[in-house]
Antibody, heavy 118, light 108 residues
Framework: QVQLHESGPGLVKPSETLSLTCTVS??????WSWIRQSPGQGLEWIGNIYYTGGPNYNPSLKSRVTISVDTSSNRISLELNSVTAADTALYYC??????????????WGQGILVTVSA | EIVLTQSPGTLSLSPGERATLSCRASQNINTYLVWYQHKPGQAPRLLIHGASTRATGIPDRFSGSGSGTDFTLTINRLDPEDFAVYYCQHYAASPPVTFGGGTKVEIK
């Protein structure tokens, strides 16, 4: 049974850094992605990382995003800096199949809502 | 960036009917297309990958077809649990991967 669980603050102030963690049941041999869905908007792939490292990012967010992995604790982390209200979204972690940035998602977490507001 | 356009935006059908959902890509993506089902408050669920291969555990009333730029998800004999939003997504070369805007299948 593949399990993913996102955690982190539900409220972040504008201009600060959004930090989320995804804890998975088994991290090895897969890419792991972050995806978000803004209220009333579509789904947007943020980026991913292989379990041994080597992130790939959406060009639209690349300047603000860092994704990292900790295999000892089965965790994948997301940092998005200089956030604005436009970064308010439901953030998902997902196991990814494929190669580097060309992936699809066979298991998803339930998602975590992050609101950017003062 | 490849744009995926889903139609219709909303499909109103009764249980037992057939649903036909369309996804059109702005350029050739061969069969690098997947379909997801998403219900409120739940994790999205992978239905189809490679345009036509059902994911593990997906009932055979779900089928996918197409290649190139035009794709279809067909749900035969709609079950009450099938009413949800459906998204297509490509994973062809030239990232980023992108998603369609979704089709909501609602009970008529």
């Amino acid at each position: 049974q593949v399990q993913l669980h996102e955690s982190g603050p539900g409220l972040v102030k504008p201009s600060e850094t959004l930090s989320l963690t995804c804890t998975v049941s088994s991290i090895n041999n897969y890419y792991w992605s972050w995806i978000r869905q803004s209220p009333g908007q579509g789904l947007e792939w943020i980026g991913n990382i292989y379990y041994t490292g080597g992130p790939n990012y959406n060009p639209s967010l690349k300047s603000r995003v860092t994704i990292s992995v900790d295999t000892s604790s089965n965790r994948i982390s997301l940092e998005l800096n200089s956030v604005t209200a436009a970064d308010t979204a439901l953030y998902y972690c997902a196991r990814s199949k494929g190669f580097r940035g060309n992936v699809y998602f066979d298991y998803w977490g339930q998602g975590i809502l992050v609101t950017v507001s003062a | 960036e490849i744009v995926l356009t889903q139609s219709p935006g909303t499909l109103s059908l009764s249980p037992g009917e057939r649903a036909t959902l369309s996804c059109r890509a702005s350029q050739n993506i061969n069969t690098y297309l997947v379909w997801y089902q998403h219900k409120p408050g739940q994790a999205p669920r992978l239905l189809i990958h490679g345009a036509s291969t059902r994911a593990t555990g997906i009932p055979d009333r779900f089928s996918g077809s197409g290649s190139g730029t035009d794709f279809t998800l067909t749900i035969n004999r709609l079950d009450p649990e099938d009413f949800a939003v459906y998204y297509c997504q490509h994973y062809a070369a030239s990232p980023p991967v992108t998603f369609g805007g979704g089709t909501k299948v609602e009970i008529k």
